[in-house]
């Protein structure tokens, strides 16, 4: 089970940290995601993470802005986003898969329900 935490309302150019807790049988060498859908548009991948090898995956408009990180300790996903804009508007969903093979929707099998982050 993944369960986001953290969206809030910010203004542009403030900051956000989103947490994912992951519970239930523990799986290793997963790749590790976070994905937006604002309204209207389609679900698209964030930032992903191979836990194998610790790998980490941008998409060009958050490349600098936002990183992702895990805490294995606590199995925990996070995604630190700073100088956010508004189009970085949208609700944030976790998701993971031992082996997606793409970046999209349908290749992860794993879904937490959401955190709503709005950036004005």
């Known amino acids: 089970q993944l369960v986001e935490s953290g969206g809030s309302s910010v203004q542009a150019g403030g900051s956000l940290r989103l947490s994912c807790a992951a519970s239930g049988n523990k799986r290793s060498n997963l790749y590790l995601a976070w994905f937006r859908q604002a309204p209207g548009k389609e679900r698209e991948w964030v930032a992903v993470?191979?836990?194998?090898?610790?790998?980490?995956y941008y998409r060009a408009s958050v490349q600098g802005r936002f990183t992702i990180s895990t805490d294995n300790a606590v199995n925990t996903l996070y995604l630190q986003m700073n100088s956010l804009k508004p189009e970085d508007t949208a609700m944030y969903y976790c998701?993971?898969?031992?082996?997606?093979?793409?970046?999209?929707?349908?290749?992860?099998?794993?879904w937490g329900q959401g955190t709503q982050v709005t950036v004005s």
């Open positions: 998701a993971a898969d031992p082996d997606p093979g793409a970046w999209s929707r349908q290749s992860f099998r794993y």
């Open positions: 993470v191979a836990t194998a090898y610790g790998g980490t």
